[in-house]
């Protein structure tokens, strides 16, 4: 066999394991409800609830972080990253979280916060102008 063969049928195996692991993080959202039903790893977004407790003591555990969200359907659950507590956690908007269900606690392994745009009084005045 060639060795132009055998070099296309590894890249075409790399493509192929490259495509399946991709397609494994392509979930859709859910919410607290759904992945208490599932049980499997699903992503889920909403808002912080700031009046509730937010726990992380680094010289305890750097890993570990547990705060309240609401999803989109309103409902609010305790959640327990297993990370470090992210900067400027409390300005976000929105937090989209990646875990599963334990109990009534959601443990999340990755979090994306979407932060308050710089940019946002700016957007609303031209806006305001436009009309």
């Known amino acids: 066999m060639k060795k132009i063969y055998v070099i296309a049928i590894v890249m075409i195996a790399a493509a192929i394991v490259l495509l399946t692991t991709a397609a494994e993080d392509m979930s859709t959202y859910a919410t607290f409800t759904d992945a208490s039903r599932s049980g ?12 509730k407790e937010m726990y992380y003591n ?10 309240y969200i609401r999803d989109t359907k309103g409902d609010e659950r ?3 990253l297993l990370s470090e507590k992210p900067q400027d956690f409390e300005l976000s908007e929105q937090i989209v979280l990646t875990g ?3 109990g009534d606690e959601f443990v999340a392994t990755d979090m994306l916060l979407k932060c308050p745009s710089k940019y946002k009084d700016e957007e609303v005045y031209i806006r305001e102008e436009a009309k």
């Open 40 to 51: 499997e790893r699903v992503k889920i977004a909403g808002q912080l609830s700031k009046d």
């Open 58 to 67: 680094p010289q305890e555990d750097p890993n570990y972080f547990s705060f």
């Open 78 to 80: 305790k959640v327990v």
């Open 100 to 102: 599963q269900m334990k």
